[in-house]
């Protein structure tokens, strides 16, 4: 689906908002990703990653005439769902994140170019009833992985090294009763803001979170209520200032 950002309302920080059913002809869907597009380019793609373990690369150019309906993009196997997309410029290498605490790295080369409606290649093979919760390139300077508990960590990317596409990866985060609900590549000087679901917001700085090894569980970055839990993160950079014009980063998420 396709929307212009000053079609959505700019409101406080408090605000409620504006349901994202009246601003798309969404039927019985959910969100996944919202992603800063100005040009939609042949040499630029979309690397979508799916629950299951699933990655389907498709150049964005095949989205580039919008419908009130939407366009379908990817084949959903049974049970699977969209948990992440990306955009690319099939140089690059990525990591794959799990619910409980893995990662694998491979380069994005290893996953042929599609069109829209197929079904992809395996991405990362999965231990039991583990699932993927995020994509990411391999850039900047850390990986950084947040639980639903609140705890963070940054990891070194080349802790990473020597695993490929449908591999099992390696462990990245010690979850016990937590679950991994994001990881995304950052820089020193990049600043977090971390979402819970009773509505709570807080902003810290990305180099305030230890960096450790591959396996530990993290520092505690955020103190949460009974039965609250965090629910989304979004990285910002502080010095940057993307006006009319200009073109956001490849791997830039925007918040929904």
């Known amino acids: 689906?396709?929307?212009?950002?000053?079609?959505?309302?700019?409101?406080?920080?408090?605000?409620?908002?504006?349901?994202?059913?009246?601003?798309?002809?969404?039927?019985?869907?959910?969100v996944t990703t919202v992603?800063?597009?100005?040009?939609?380019?042949?040499?630029?793609?979309?690397?979508f990653a799916t629950q299951l373990g699933q990655v389907i690369k498709i150049p964005q150019d095949e989205f580039s005439y919008p419908r009130s309906t939407g366009t379908n993009a990817i084949r959903l196997k049974d049970n699977d769902k969209l948990v992440d997309v990306i955009t690319t410029?099939?140089?690059?290498?990525?990591?794959?994140?799990?619910?409980f605490g893995y990662g694998l790295r491979f380069h994005e080369e290893s996953v042929r170019v599609v069109g829209r409606g197929a079904s992809g290649v395996i991405g990362m093979r999965l231990r039991g009833n583990d699932t993927i919760v995020a994509l990411t390139l391999v850039e900047k300077d850390?990986?950084?992985?947040?639980?639903?508990?609140?705890?963070?960590?940054?990891t070194e990317f080349d802790d990473f090294r020597g695993h490929g596409r449908a591999t099992m990866g390696v462990k990245?985060?010690?979850?016990?009763?937590?679950?991994?609900?994001?990881s995304r590549a950052v820089s020193d000087t990049d600043e977090i803001f971390v979402m819970t679901?009773?509505?709570?917001?807080?902003?810290?700085?990305?180099?305030?979170?230890?960096?450790?090894?591959?396996?530990?569980?993290?520092?505690?970055?955020?103190?949460?209520?009974?039965?609250?839990?965090?629910v989304g993160v979004a990285i910002v950079n502080p010095e940057s200032d993307v006006g009319v014009g200009s073109e956001p980063e490849p791997d830039v998420p925007a918040a929904p």
């Not at 679901?197 to 180099?207: E, M, W």
């Open 197 to 230: 679901a009773s509505g709570v917001v807080i902003r810290t700085s990305v180099n305030s979170i230890r960096i450790t090894g591959r396996g530990a569980k993290g520092v505690k970055i955020m103190r949460l209520d009974e039965n609250d839990k965090v």
């Open 89 to 99: 410029d099939n140089t690059r290498e990525v990591v794959l994140s799990t619910r």
């Open 35 to 47: 992603i800063p597009i100005r040009e939609f380019r042949k040499d630029r793609y979309l690397l």
């Open 1 to 30: 689906y396709w929307l212009k950002v000053y079609q959505i309302p700019e409101s406080s920080r408090i605000a409620k908002g504006k349901p994202i059913v009246n601003l798309l002809n969404l039927k019985d869907e959910v």
């Open 142 to 154: 850390h990986l950084l992985t947040i639980s639903d508990a609140g705890f963070g960590k940054r």
């Open 172 to 182: 990245n985060m010690q979850v016990e009763r937590d679950v991994v609900i994001h």
